[in-house]
């Protein structure tokens, strides 16, 4: 396939735009294939890879477009050409235009506060590269900052959380996807009712998940904090969660909090636990795959996310949600009954990486050791991310899967994919999927994962095999994409519909051990 | 513990979102203020400099970091700035007798440079100069003399002067001479010669260019000379600067105005004077056949000014904006002693019949220091019909005035624009925010041909490179560190 190189010039723009024009440019020109990046190193390097890089290209600054436009007839590489130039052009301020032009959009933090008159809050999800100066910068004139970014320096995430910490100012991020700061949602975010629940958490799908289970239990969340992957690391120390929890500690709404983490560094946990203690309110604490220690005064541990949200959810005073157990366990005889003895492994497909997380630890409990692309011990990573072998849980959202391409949580293009893939392989017991509602996800995933999971299984019955579907749906009746909806076109499909994460990755568990069981009987 | 209650007051929470779009629909949804950035990388895109200038923003809770260190040093800038009483007060008869040390130095505009590495229309002036000054008897022999090396060159604003265009200064060419009555602090600038597209400024060496220079010598400088003498106490120019953006100048490529209020002045005093009739006549006949004969006391007011808010410790305000035809350099308030440059662009706007942008020079002169005090392309909305240049509307004047405002750290409300409520033109270019809003200096000028002694082609508007900025935002990030 012949490839056509060029560059536009000192033009940014972010990568979700760069996508949305290679789709349309594809769609009009009928060109095989087109990619679009701004000139960074890593950039280019991902091209040196793929094949794509050319002399043209080489000389692309960061702040320049690289074009590149695959096809076998030039007519179609031209035309995709023009279409891309004048999609890029699209959105620019007509030269010489009139009144409108004149009040063109802020460039920088500084002009978007002098238009807003006055601000609280920047949301930055600039390249990481340059993220933590927009960050500084916002810090400098009062701001918190919510960094959804990646790819920040822990030397610059230091910097930066020095400066808040000065300032009394927060820093939820680098790498942080959720938050809800005073009712307002920002980024990859669930509608839930303002309650009585102060949430704290170092994982965005986690915090996601239990602050949308609580809003189930008819419960509401007064803040979500989140602190951002790389806080509860021993160089950053923990700084946004101390800072987090101090908050809630104050905050007069607020009568229970939740820490969700990855298991905090050892120096950090134990200025977490220190901290929580001295709290006049409970706490729970969930560090998932962390040690399980008991709960002690007010502090209360919680070793999965749907525990977590039920503990805080009584501690608020509500009554204690029923168990589920019932429901699990008619789910797996179903299931297993219909399995042949060939199928024994598990395959989670995740968009969330706390789920990926979560059901690792709860298979591992029980005995059930899984390869994943993100394990819990190095050696169960996968040698090839794109094969699963045995028990698998993926974690589509990490870097080798999203490179020049959204987040499965918005795009289930690679989750699809993979699922028909897995539908091939005749050891597969069942596949576990989470579907995450909310801002910023699909808008309509189901419509996307129903008629997949309908092929899935159709092709796993033309080879003489059931293929069990397990999905959860994060996410409340408030969402923008219909809670309800989604759940009945899924079921509708013939997937098995559960209520939590850490329902789900039970119930795969139990599928598995289970069939294992049933083989050494055989 | 510290506590943050800001980030938890009970208030719709107001929200600042920049970079990928999606991820503030939340804050859409929720009626939360919401305010979306036109985020581009700044700068020229490298995240060093993103970082380096992240570290030079003020902070009002921390009075001893770098950036409000900058911050107070720019107050105190503005504060000379504003303070200035640029006022005309004397001719010197030649150069020489303000520097008597000089001997066969040339000044020209912009920031250093070689004879070798000078722009086709510097080349010419040089050789011009020469002619003038009689240190040789033919171009070649000029050019003989100094690729020899027996011409030294300097640029005029380390000498407290500018220069239009090539802007060449040699000993004998008298100058005009405005002291800033505030600071004490004198500039000075060479007339204008009237030899229409055949000027020295434009490279121009042909005998007649020199006959011109030796008129300006012995009729023009002497005129007014007497003429500023019976001024009781100079001529104050901020007020007719002031008067003339009411008239519809922007008081670099249009000083129409300006010249008239000049006219006026001068003609009212040389009445009174003993000057010989028939010089009184040339001499006015000169100022009244040359709209832009008033650039040079616009240009030195400007420069009287700007010296005057030069070297001010930390300060992040630019105090020159010159360009030599190659280069465009800047000179930084608390960065003394030193330029900062990038590559000259060729200016976009009309060109004269028969000339294109192929035959166009880049950007040339020291006139830009009337935009670096806040006139010419920041004090636009003065001057509609400037915008006919580059094919705008009325809107546009309006347009590069406000947008100018975005990269100043004030306005002086000694030059207002009607068109704009009279607010002030904005004045003070900060380093700082032309690399975060990745906004460069627009400069309004003329058009040289890149050929010495072509003269004037066209006129235009071109902007200042980003890289002189970037690279100064580096070197005011390392003085903090050292």
């Known amino acids: 396939m012949a490839i056509q190189p060029s560059v536009k010039a000192n033009l940014y723009k972010d990568s979700v735009s760069l996508m949305r024009i290679s789709q349309i440019a594809i769609a009009r020109s009928g060109v095989q294939r087109v990619t679009l990046l701004m000139g960074t190193r890593s950039n280019k390097e991902f091209l040196q890879q793929a094949g794509l890089m050319s002399p043209v290209l080489e000389n692309a600054k960061p702040g320049d477009i690289m074009i590149v436009v695959q096809d076998d007839t030039s007519e179609k590489r031209e035309a995709a050409e023009r279409e891309i130039h004048s999609l890029i052009a699209g959105d620019e301020p007509k030269a010489g235009a009139t009144e409108s032009a004149m009040d063109a959009p802020p460039r920088s933090i500084a002009g978007g506060i002098a238009i807003a008159g006055h601000a609280d809050l920047a949301l930055i999800s600039v390249p990481g590269p340059y993220a933590a100066a927009e960050a500084l910068k916002a810090l400098r004139r009062g701001l918190n900052v919510l960094l959804f970014s990646d790819n920040v320096t822990i030397e610059q995430e230091q910097a930066i959380k020095r400066v808040a910490a000065q300032k009394g100012l927060l820093v939820m991020g680098p790498d942080c996807g959720t938050a809800i700061i005073n009712g307002v949602p920002l980024g990859f975010a669930n509608v839930v009712r303002r309650g009585v629940i102060g949430l704290v958490g170092a994982s965005g799908t986690g915090l996601q998940e239990v602050m949308c289970q609580i809003h189930r239990h008819g419960l509401g969340v007064s803040q979500a904090i989140g602190t951002g992957s790389h806080d509860v690391s021993s160089r950053v120390g923990g700084t946004t969660m101390l800072q987090g929890l101090a908050l809630l500690a104050a905050d007069e709404q607020t009568k229970v909090i939740a820490i969700v983490s990855k298991p905090p560094a050892p120096d950090v946990q134990q200025r977490v636990i220190e901290q929580a203690s001295m709290i006049g309110k409970p706490v729970v604490l969930c560090f998932l795959g962390g040690e399980v ?130 539908a091939n392989d005749p050891t597969v017991a069942c596949v576990v999927l989470d579907v995450v509602l909310g801002y910023g996800s699909h808008a309509n995933p189901a419509e996307i994962l129903a008629p997949a999971i309908r092929q899935a299984k159709a092709t796993a019955k033309a080879k003489g095999r059931e293929l069990p579907v397990i999905c959860f749906v994060c996410g409340t009746a408030e969402d923008p994409q219909s809670f309800e909806t989604q759940k009945t076109m899924l079921a509708a499909a013939g997937a098995e519909l559960v209520g939590s994460s850490t329902a789900a990755a039970r119930s795969a568990q139990a599928i598995a051990s289970r069939m294992a069981a049933s083989q050494a009987v055989a | 513990m510290n506590a943050a209650p800001s980030a938890l007051r009970d208030r719709k929470t107001s929200i600042i979102s920049l970079g990928a779009s999606g991820l503030d629909r939340g804050v859409e949804s929720s009626g ?226 300006a010249t008239l209020l000049l006219y006026r002045a001068v003609t009212e005093s040389l009445l009174k004077s003993p000057v010989p009739r028939d010089i009184v006549q040339e001499t006015l006949r000169t100022i009244g056949a040359d709209d832009m004969f008033f650039l040079s006391l616009s240009m030195a007011a400007c420069k009287a000014i700007m010296d005057a808010a030069h070297g001010v410790p930390f300060s992040s305000i630019v105090t020159a904006m010159a360009r030599n035809g190659v280069n465009v350099g800047i000179r930084v308030s608390g960065l003394e002693g030193q330029w900062y440059v990038g590559p000259a662009d060729v200016p976009v706007g009309l060109f004269l019949p028969g000339f294109s942008e192929a035959d166009a020079n880049p950007d040339i002169g020291d006139s830009a220091i009337t935009e670096t005090a806040g006139l010419g392309a920041f004090a636009m909305a003065a001057a509609p019909a400037m915008v006919q240049f580059v094919g705008g509307t009325p809107q546009d004047a309006l347009r590069y005035s406000r947008e100018m405002a975005h990269i100043a750290i004030g306005r002086n409300p000694g030059f207002t624009l009607p068109m704009l409520d009279f607010i002030g033109a904005p004045v003070g270019i900060d380093i700082r925010k032309v690399v975060d809003e990745g906004r460069r200096p627009v400069i309004n000028t003329a058009t040289a041909h890149k050929e010495p002694g072509m003269g004037i082609i066209g006129a235009g508007v071109v902007q200042a490179p980003m890289k002189c900025f970037v690279d100064a935002v580096a070197a005011l990030a390392t003085i903090a560190v050292s």
């Open chain 1, 293 to 422: 220690v008991a709960s002690t005064g007010n502090v209360h541990r919680a070793s999965s996310l749907e525990e977590t949200a039920k503990q805080a959810v009584s501690l608020a005073g509500a009554q204690q949600p029923g168990s589920d157990e019932k429901a699990v366990e008619e789910l797996v005889s179903r299931v297993c009954r219909s399995l042949a003895p060939s199928q024994r492994y598990l395959r989670g497909l995740y968009s969330g990486g706390t789920f990926c997380s979560e059901a690792q630890i709860i298979w591992l409990e029980a005995g059930v050791r899984a390869r994943s692309n993100a394990p819990l011990a190095d050696a169960d990573r996968l040698a090839d991310p794109e094969d699963s072998y045995g028990h698998t849980a993926i974690d589509l959202g990490s870097d080798e899967f999203t490179v020049g391409r959204p987040h499965p949580m918005i795009d289930y293009g690679v989750r699809v994919d993979r699922l028909l893939k897995e």
């Open chain 2, 32 to 257: 939360a203020p919401l305010t979306r950035l036109h985020w581009q990388p700044v700068g020229d895109g490298s995240p060093e400099v993103a970082w380096n200038l992240a570290q030079l923003i003020g902070d009002a809770d921390d009075a001893d970091c770098l950036g409000s260190r900058i911050d107070r040093a720019n107050a105190q800038a503005l504060e000379r700035i504003l303070a200035a009483q640029p006022t005309w007060v004397d001719v010197a008869a030649h150069a020489s007798e303000i520097w008597p040390d000089m001997g066969r130095t040339l000044l020209h505009a912009g920031p250093p440079i070689d004879w070798k590495d000078m722009c086709g229309p510097m080349k010419g002036a040089v050789v011009g100069a020469v002619l003038y000054e009689k240190w040789a008897a033919s171009p070649a022999e000029a050019e003989q003399l100094v690729a020899g090396g027996g011409i030294r060159f300097a640029p005029c604003h380390e000498f407290g002067a500018v220069g239009p265009m090539t802007g060449i200064i040699s000993p004998s060419m008298p100058l005009f001479v405005v002291m800033n009555s505030a600071a004490g602090n004198r500039a000075y600038a060479p007339m204008m010669e009237s030899g229409g597209a055949r000027t020295l400024r434009f490279g121009a060496f042909a005998p007649e260019v020199i006959e011109g220079l030796k008129l300006i010598e012995n009729v023009l400088a002497p005129c007014l000379k007497a003429a500023i003498a019976g001024i009781d106490g100079g001529l104050p120019l901020k007020p007719l600067i002031s008067q003339s953006l009411h008239m519809g100048d922007d008081v670099h490529n249009r000083n129409t105005a």
